[in-house]
């Protein structure tokens, strides 16, 4: 089965399903990627709620977890997001 075929077959609403493949098409081997919700919405034509909606979608199912980066003088940078590979059963 593909790397995708928990996530198709799951209750996630399609904006978290397509959030999901734009943060793993960005993420690094250890599925960690910082693209800026702006960017993302952006990107995949949706607006920043709807990002942040689906964002959270994904962190109440546990295939996502965001961490707050912060700049050197203390300022908010885009968030941390690790991917968490879906469990296949």
Same mark, same amino acid.
């Given at each position: !089965?593909?790397?995708?075929?928990?996530?198709?077959?799951? #209750?996630? /609403?399609? &904006? %978290? &399903? %397509?959030?999901? !493949?734009?943060?793993?098409?960005?993420?690094d081997k250890d599925g960690k990627c910082y693209p800026a919700i702006g960017t993302i919405a952006r990107e995949l034509k949706l607006s920043?709620?709807?990002v942040k909606r689906a964002i959270a979608d994904l962190e109440k199912s546990g295939?996502?977890?965001? #961490?707050?980066?912060? &700049? #050197?003088?203390g300022g908010k940078s885009s968030n941390l997001y690790y991917l968490?590979? /879906?469990n296949s059963g």
């Open positions: !089965m593909g790397y995708f075929s928990s996530l198709y077959s799951s #209750e996630l /609403p399609h &904006r %978290a &399903r %397509a959030v999901y !493949m734009y943060l793993h098409d960005r993420a920043r709620s709807t295939r996502l977890r965001k #961490e707050q980066r912060w &700049r #050197e003088n968490v590979q /879906p």
